[in-house]
T-cell receptor, first 115, second 115 residues
């Protein structure tokens, strides 16, 4: 199993630009989570999906952030327009099958730098 | 409020010595507790979890954790530390928020094992 796949691994962009982060969950998992990690705020849950449906997006910081899951094997997190304070590492995680909902498996993350 | 606390920012231990990384929690109902490890420039990696049963849970890489209900603690332990155990460790608790469940992560404890 390839695990959770995220792309790109690194993204450097200028303020005001649109940023799209991508995630492929582990095959068969029915939960998908997006997190943001910063030194100041630690690990924050942004949004999660169950069976491609958004269940809780209360952690999405602003309307500039949006997430979609068009099918069971793909999700995107979009920031438009991006701001320097969005600089962070963004993780995607998935869970399900024998591990149950709660055991989440994380991707390697996307390090976003907004100049 | 439902929360998890890791009181130590960093733990230093000599290779071969036992290690303990502390975690306390506050949650309504029966706790589901987790430990994750993060190596540099990597995503979080699941180590072990407690849901029910034996208070001593064994996980990956020789780690174990002890659930103590009266002290609301779930400390991570290893009898003999390795230099390769040096990493960032996160404790997490499953919390019910409105109609959904989330994992709430602690702030992390950096473990440094010196040769």
């Amino acid at each position: 199993d390839a695990g959770v796949i995220q792309s790109p691994r690194h993204e450097v962009t200028e303020m005001g630009q649109e940023v799209t982060l991508r995630c492929k969950p582990i095959s068969g998992h029915d939960y998908l989570f997006w997190y943001r990690q910063t030194m100041m705020r630690g690990l924050e849950l942004l949004i999660y999906f169950n069976n491609n449906v958004p269940i809780d997006d209360s952690g999405m910081p602003e309307d500039r952030f949006s997430a979609k899951m068009p099918n069971a094997s793909f999700s995107t997190l979009k920031i438009q327009p991006s701001e320097p304070r969005d600089s962070a590492v963004y993780f995607c995680a998935s869970s399900g099958l024998a591990g149950g909902q709660d055991t989440q498996y994380f991707g390697p993350g996307t390090r976003l730098t907004v100049l | 409020a439902q929360s998890v606390a890791q009181p130590e920012d960093q733990v230093n231990v000599a290779e071969g010595n036992p290690l303990t990384v502390k975690c306390t929690y506050s949650v309504s109902g029966n706790p589901y507790l987790f430990w994750y490890v993060q190596y540099p420039n990597r995503g979080l990696q699941f180590l072990l979890k407690y849901i029910t049963g034996d208070n001593l849970v064994k996980g990956s890489y020789g780690f174990e954790a002890e659930f103590n209900k009266s002290q609301t603690s779930f400390h991570l332990k290893k009898p003999s530390a390795l230099v390769s155990d040096s990493a960032l460790y996160f404790c997490a608790v499953r919390a019910r928020m409105d109609s959904s469940y989330k994992l709430i992560f602690g702030s992390g404890t950096r473990l440094l094992v010196r040769p």
